[in-house]
């Protein structure tokens, strides 16, 4: 019984400026379901991808052991003729081939180089039924709802012969009935000898399924636990239960009068009709105070903020803003510039930076008005600008004529605050301001995260690093499954207090 | 935890000390004017210096002036990150509306011009609208008015050619300045026209006293600027192009209109991209357009104002284009698109957008011009001259990868 199919031992990998993975180890056993739990970048699925070979030999240290033989994965196919098999948050599918086609992806049944159609299609009809789904092999994916794509995936990995599979966050995108169904099919194949390795969030539903569960926190094991007798607070605690080790700048609160007030917020998805993203979340934030805003990933806080700033995410947006005690409607990203509300991004390369222009043109670019007279931009005061921010948020680049995308993260973080403080905004949403960046740099963002508060701006933090929103907010809203489920005040929030809000109605999602 | 974090802190600091006084020459930039003066060099040589003739300097300045005109267009919407294939259609359509309003209309010439450069705003709005509001890619948009603007000119046109133009457009795409003041002599040179000369005099004290100015005023903020010497070599090796280009065509037949033109929207186009909001806007959504979106850029606006320029620099390259020939033919135009697109590239576009220059794209289609005109003077046969062209485009933007993957590699 108590066979061990994988044993992964002092996994570390690092990431430039970040260290990822910390010395991990894991041991799974044959024929169990095993729960990987752990924060936003504790390391859970960068170890999975250590694991399935998407990080190669030789990127990381450490062994890995899978049925008593060393493993030296160069890539995922190697893993996968192993028999291990990975299904990633985010599908890969092909939403346009058929069902069938996918399953069979790289694994075309042939026969002297022509594709077997008839073959495919009964093979993989064989397959949907051992997974539940009841539909015809030549439907084309996009047709499917995400509940039977993710179905699709576990039979395509099925058709691979896995034995061990690994499901990153499976039911993050489902509803409760789909959840239902996978997780009594995962039960299904544990029963046919496949073992499996899940991680989520959901610990509901880890508690639920799983026979063992093991806790990364900051890139290390916690701890592995038998799940008999487990409590979703244990879990909590030892995801959470670090010492605080990233030091905070001081800071003497100003907190002023009411700056926005947002109310019954609600946001629907602009890729799955009818998905609803955020419901009813309403929330103030007043001059002079930082305030965060909690939640695992896919709870909806980039989705909760983006749309705020003009609408610029979403679709079936409803909900009232007031500024200043007065309704406002942002229309469009320049419209809510014009009413001083700022987001800065959480994926700075993709939608905060123009990585082929130099510093200062991606400083100006927000306010590109107030260096320009009738249309016409003064080039030396654009300078001027930049190089005083160059100065004050202390960016290490040769000049300001330095191209963006040569920067470290640290410093393309600061020319992304540099650009909105420049539009001189009343409210700033920062969104995940610290993400990839080493801690030193941190320890700087943080100090101008107070400087604005200080100025009197209201700044809404999001993050998924409790101790950062501990150490920095005054007052901190928890987002669960789109909907707004606490506000606690700095001197009542602990870890454990938030993240037992931040999993709380998970069973509610519509 | 720690160890990472540090070692990356303290190669940036190790760089930063040596790095904000030093100059770097941009090798991207300036590669294509040595590329150009190479290529002029090899000419020279090749015909026995016939290609800097007063003449030949004056008809490759003539015979290329849409082809520029369409460049300047078409940078714009490359930096946008688009592309447009229609201008060749469009040059014949806009060419057959002014001929037919002139000729079978008797409209009266500056009329008929505003009408033709309407007409053309409207086919970009077309396309524009197509792009930026209706989300289709602008190759799939342009390639359909590709098609469809040159359906319209056989429309208009029948099958037959249309002229002749009256003697005012005629003079704008083919005529000279009239030697105002009289010539002068120049020595061993011969007669020259001194109108020509003094306008030439104009533009180098010009180029000299902007450029001194921006200097002067970046190094009062304090930026680096590149060392005097070179600065001074820039400027004289520019005034020196500048005047002998002039004192040739002084030689020939003075100014020619189209030059006059050309160099007009050269400044106007470089200055807008250089220091206009609406310039730099281009710039932002080509190089990225969710970034420049999320900073409250009106990226539709952007991208449609691009190709309705496009339009009507395309509709002024139909007017000089059917003025020269002194008709509009159905079939005129065809295949300019390419010699537009090959001359923004060969001048330093990027195939991905947020990169590029007029004065590039300008240079890129001098190269071309002078490449054609120079193989024509030896008697190269024309699949030749296709070779080459197609051979140098190739080069060029291979250069443009290359340097691009060396800098990501030294990262």
């Known amino acids: ?510 | 935890m720690s160890v990472a974090p540090t070692r990356v802190q303290a190669d940036v600091l190790k760089k930063a000390p040596g790095g904000p006084r030093r100059f770097q020459l941009n090798l991207r930039q300036s590669g294509i004017y040595i590329a150009f003066a190479a290529i002029v060099l090899l000419f020279t040589i090749l015909t026995g210096g016939d290609m800097l003739a007063p003449q030949n300097i004056s008809n490759v300045i003539v015979q290329n002036s849409y082809i520029l005109i369409l460049a300047i267009g078409m940078i714009l919407v490359i930096i946008a990150g688009h592309i447009d294939l229609s201008v060749g259609s469009i040059v014949a359509a806009t060419g057959a509306v002014a001929a037919v309003l002139m000729v079978n209309h008797d409209v009266p010439w500056p009329l008929a011009l505003l009408i033709t450069l309407i007409v053309g705003g409207l086919i970009g709005a077309w396309q524009g609208y197509w792009v930026a509001y209706f989300g289709i890619p602008a190759f799939i948009v342009t390639l359909a008015g590709m098609l469809l603007f040159r359906a319209v000119t056989y429309n208009i046109l029948g099958n037959r050619g249309i002229g002749p133009f009256p003697e005012e457009v005629r003079t704008l795409a083919n005529g000279f300045t009239e030697g105002y003041l009289g010539n002068i002599g120049l020595g061993a040179l011969g007669g020259a026209d001194l109108f020509t000369l003094l306008i030439g005099v104009f533009a180098v004290g010009g180029i000299v006293v902007s450029q001194w100015r921006s200097r002067a005023g970046r190094l009062r903020f304090g930026q680096v600027v590149e060392p005097f010497p070179l600065f001074v070599a820039k400027i004289v090796t520019a005034s020196v192009v500048v005047m002998f280009v002039i004192v040739q065509l002084a030689r020939f037949r003075n100014l020619p209109w189209v030059l006059v033109l050309l160099a007009a929207l050269v400044l106007g186009y470089s200055l807008l991209t250089n220091r206009a909001v609406f310039g730099r806007q281009i710039y932002a959504v080509g190089g990225n357009l969710q970034a420049a979106t999320l900073s409250g850029v009106k990226t539709k606006a952007v991208v449609f104002w691009i190709f309705v320029n496009m339009g009507v620099l395309a509709a002024l390259a139909g007017i000089i284009f059917a003025g020269r020939l002194n008709q509009a033919n159905p079939t005129g135009g065809d295949q300019l698109e390419l010699d537009a697109i090959a001359a923004a590239f060969i001048g330093g576009a990027a195939v991905q957008g947020g990169v590029g220059k007029v004065v590039g794209a300008i240079t890129g289609g001098l190269i071309m011009g002078v490449i054609n005109n120079g193989m024509s003077l030896i008697g190269a046969p024309s699949e030749q001259v296709m070779l080459v062209k197609g051979a140098v485009l190739l080069a060029a933007v291979a250069f443009d990868v290359w340097t691009k993957r060396r800098a990501g590699a030294s990262r």
């Open chain 1, 1 to 510: 019984m108590s066979d061990v199919i994988l044993r992964m031992r002092g996994i570390s990998k690092t990431f430039p400026g970040v260290r990822a993975l910390d010395d991990v180890n894991l041991e799974v056993l044959r024929g169990e379901i095993h729960a990987i739990c752990g924060e936003n970048g504790a390391g859970k699925s960068t170890l999975m991808k250590v694991l399935s070979g998407v990080y190669p030999h030789g990127d990381y240290t450490g062994e890995i052991e899978f049925e008593g033989q060393e493993c030296r994965f160069g890539g995922i196919r190697d893993s996968e003729h192993r028999g291990i098999v990975i299904i990633h948050q985010e599908l890969a599918l092909a939403s346009n081939l058929s069902i069938a086609e996918n399953i069979f992806l790289g694994n075309e049944q042939s026969k002297r180089g022509l594709i077997d159609w008839n073959r495919t299609n009964a093979d993989a009809a064989e397959l949907m039924g051992r997974v539940g789904l009841d539909e015809n092999p030549v439907t084309q994916v996009l047709d499917l709802g995400v509940g039977k794509q993710q179905l699709v995936e576990i039979a395509k990995a099925l058709s691979k012969r896995a034995r061990l599979l690994i499901l990153d966050e499976p039911t993050a995108a489902l509803n409760d009935e789909d959840s239902a169904h996978l997780l009594n099919l995962l039960r299904g194949l544990r029963d046919e000898g496949i073992t499996c390795v899940i991680i989520s969030h959901k610990l509901n539903e880890v508690l639920e399924i799983a026979d063992r569960v093991t806790i990364l926190r900051d890139g290390k094991t916690i701890t592995t636990l038998d799940a008999d007798g487990l409590t979703e607070d244990k879990i909590i605690s030892g995801m959470v239960g670090r010492d605080l080790d990233h030091r905070f700048p001081p800071r003497e609160p100003v907190i002023g009068e009411e700056v926005l007030r947002v109310e019954n917020w609600t946001v629907h998805s602009p890729t799955q009709h009818g998905r609803l993203l955020v419901a009813n979340a309403s929330f103030r934030l007043k001059r002079g105070e930082i305030v965060g805003l909690a939640g695992l990933m896919g709870a909806g806080r980039t989705e909760l903020a983006m749309s705020i700033f003009g609408r610029a995410y979403g679709t079936g947006i409803s909900g009232r803003i007031f500024k200043d005690g007065r309704e406002i409607k942002l229309r469009s990203v320049g419209e809510a510039i014009k009413h001083g509300i700022a987001y800065a991004t959480e994926d700075r390369k993709r939608y905060g930076l123009n990585l082929i222009e130099d510093i200062k043109r991606n400083v100006s670019s927000a306010a590109l008005r107030k260096l320009a007279r009738r249309g016409w931009v003064d080039d030396n005061e654009e300078y001027q600008v930049a190089e005083s921010y160059r100065q004050s948020m202390n960016i290490k680049a040769p000049s300001v004529a330095s191209i963006t995308g040569k920067l470290s993260g640290g410093n393309q973080q600061k020319v992304v605050l540099s650009k909105w403080i420049f539009a001189d905004p009343d409210v700033l949403i920062l969104d995940e301001p610290t993400r990839g960046i080493d801690v030193g740099a941190k320890y700087e963002i943080y100090t101008i995260i107070n400087k604005l508060a200080e100025d009197g701006k209201a700044v809404l933090l999001i993050s998924s690093e409790l101790p950062e929103l501990l150490g920095l907010c005054d007052r901190i809203y928890t987002l669960s499954a789109g909907r707004i489920t606490g506000e606690v005040p700095r001197a009542e929030a602990t870890q454990e207090g938030l993240m037992t809000l931040m999993t709380a109605g998970q069973e509610a999602r519509p």
